[in-house]
């Protein structure tokens, strides 16, 4: 790009099975600037397949790893993030299975996906977290705690944990107190939005913003902080849901032709910040 302005997503998805697919993806994704897609995998049930235990999310990851391997071969950077989200053990809860077997099932799929970090196939985990719609307490305290495995897992495998939480105070003095526990420095607060930007960037963790001009400019006061994300679903029936990861570039230009944002707070957004995070070189200006 003349203007060097290149795009990393760090966080989004692609339904290898039931959406536009990964080569398809990454091709307009490059086409339009970007350099890097932070993948993470869709729920169980997006690609047809149905868990019971923790084994059974093997299917899965290895749908994903696949998926990466299809976007590089785009000319993509892509780092995987691979893990069970809390709609998963929610899932669970709601088909039967009792508190400490869904328990079991999510921190064995955790470890699962820990183990394909350590054979270099994924490159961080999530998304896990907290449900952001109301649920029972005991439902609460046990994502907690397969947040907090997960925190522990990526903090010893030094690579990032991408987390969903609700949008309050205590989920991230909840995080808190796990990143402390386990020395982790690598926590993405993914859907960052509004104050909670702020607080969990005083935290020390990297918040992770969708990329819409008007999240962009309700935290232009933590610009130094963050990176951005589509949160790309790639559901025929909602397409371009959350954001078109294609479309960032031309949100960023937006904000710098009309002397909102600098090239130079763009660039750190957009290309050393993402860099950092996931420990991945940007293509030279001109190169592949």
Request: net charge neutral.
């Amino acid at each position: 790009m003349r203007d060097g302005l290149l795009v990393a997503d760090v966080h989004g998805h692609v339904n290898p099975v039931n959406g536009l697919g990964p080569k398809a993806l990454a091709s307009r994704f490059r086409d339009s600037g970007g350099w890097l897609y932070g993948l993470v995998n869709l729920l169980s049930w997006s690609v047809d397949l149905r868990v019971g235990e923790a084994g059974d999310f093997e299917a899965l990851y290895r749908i994903y790893v696949g998926a990466a391997e299809e976007m590089r071969s785009e000319g993509l950077r892509v780092s995987l993030i691979l893990g069970p989200h809390p709609a998963e053990a929610v899932r669970l809860l709601e088909r039967g299975f009792g508190i400490e077997e869904t328990l079991d099932v999510m921190m064995g799929a955790y470890e699962l996906a820990a183990s394909y970090v350590r054979r270099g196939l994924a490159q961080g985990l999530g998304e896990a977290g907290r449900p952001h719609w109301r649920v029972d307490p005991k439902v609460m305290e046990l994502c907690n705690e397969v947040m907090g495995h997960a925190i522990s897992l990526a903090a010893d495998l030094d690579v990032p944990v991408h987390l969903h939480l609700d949008p309050f105070e205590e989920a991230l003095m909840v995080v808190r107190r796990y990143a402390r526990r386990a020395d982790a420095s690598k926590i993405v607060i993914h859907h960052a939005r509004g104050r909670i930007v702020g607080l969990a960037a005083r935290m020390g963790f990297t918040p992770s913003v969708p990329a819409k001009i008007s999240e962009l400019l309700s935290v232009r006061r933590w610009w130094g902080s963050i990176v951005v994300e589509s949160d790309f679903l790639d559901d025929p029936r909602r397409p371009g849901a959350v954001v078109a990861p294609w479309s960032i570039r031309r949100t960023f230009l937006r904000l710098i032709r009309r002397g909102e944002m600098s090239l130079e707070n763009a660039l750190g957004i957009l290309v050393e910040r993402p860099s950092r995070l996931y420990g991945i070189e940007p293509p030279s200006p001109g190169g592949p």
